[in-house]
């Protein structure tokens, strides 16, 4: 099946500071991508469909200007968490359809942030 | 979206058969069924995908009745490595419509 990476797996920061989160489909090309946080023992929440050349789209209670989504490329979207705070700490996780190859929904391995 | 609901958690054995039925009375006629695994710290997995009757592949079977309102995932002699927390998802598959995850069923294999 088709290949989503994330960068970094995990990334320990201090409060205050901005964290940049890398999503990459690797042998396919996808318009749409989508951001998932996943706390402790929960199930995962949609946060944002990231559209490649257009802004974002965020689910209701999502801050925009907190958790910026850029998707400059067909293969690449970025989230990065800006001035984060330790009730930022989650698994974030993105995902791609793989529109011309099939519809089928792929995952990236997710990233850990832990924010002292 | 239609709603689903599924056990939280089951138990079982190594070597066992696993049935886990996930209810979505709200269907949708153009909503798919699709189940996704996910081992901790990890993203989901997709499983196996359904309409209508029964669908196998070489992890699991699918069952769906006539009316759609329900489903049950088949994990023939499951093993510890099946150890995880199964999601059942009822929605359109099309390009650009994002997943929404329920609550799963955490399933525990034990020796």
């Known amino acids: 099946g088709a290949v989503v990476s994330q960068h970094p797996s995990w990334v320990i920061c201090k409060s205050g500071t901005s964290v940049k989160i890398e999503c990459r489909s690797l042998?396919?090309?996808?318009?749409?991508m989508f951001w998932y946080r996943q706390f402790p023992k929960q199930s995962l929440m949609l946060m944002a469909t990231s559209n490649e050349g257009s802004k974002a789209t965020y689910e209701q209670g999502v801050e925009k200007d907190k958790f910026l989504i850029n998707h400059a490329s067909l293969t690449l979207s970025t989230l990065t968490v800006t001035s984060a705070h330790p009730e930022d700490s989650s698994f974030y996780i993105c995902s791609a359809r793989a529109g011309e190859v099939s519809n089928e929904q792929f995952f990236g391995p997710g990233t850990r942030l832990t924010v002292l | 979206l239609a709603k689903t609901t599924q056990p939280i958690s089951m138990d079982s054995y190594e070597g066992q058969e696993v049935n886990i039925t996930c209810s979505h009375n709200?269907?949708?006629?153009?909503?798919?069924i699709t189940w996704y695994q996910q081992f901790p710290s990890q993203g989901p997995r997709f499983i196996i995908q359904?309409?209508?009757t029964k669908v196998t592949n070489e992890v699991a079977s699918l069952f769906i009745p006539a009316d759609r309102k329900s489903s049950t995932l088949s994990l023939p002699r499951v093993s510890l490595s099946d150890t995880a927390v199964y999601y059942c998802l009822v929605g359109e598959w099309q390009a650009g419509t994002a997943l929404i995850f329920g609550k799963g069923t955490t399933l525990s294999v034990s020796s």
């Open positions: 709200n269907i949708a006629t153009n909503d798919y």
């Open positions: 042998d396919f090309q996808a318009t749409t």
């Open positions: 359904g309409y209508k």
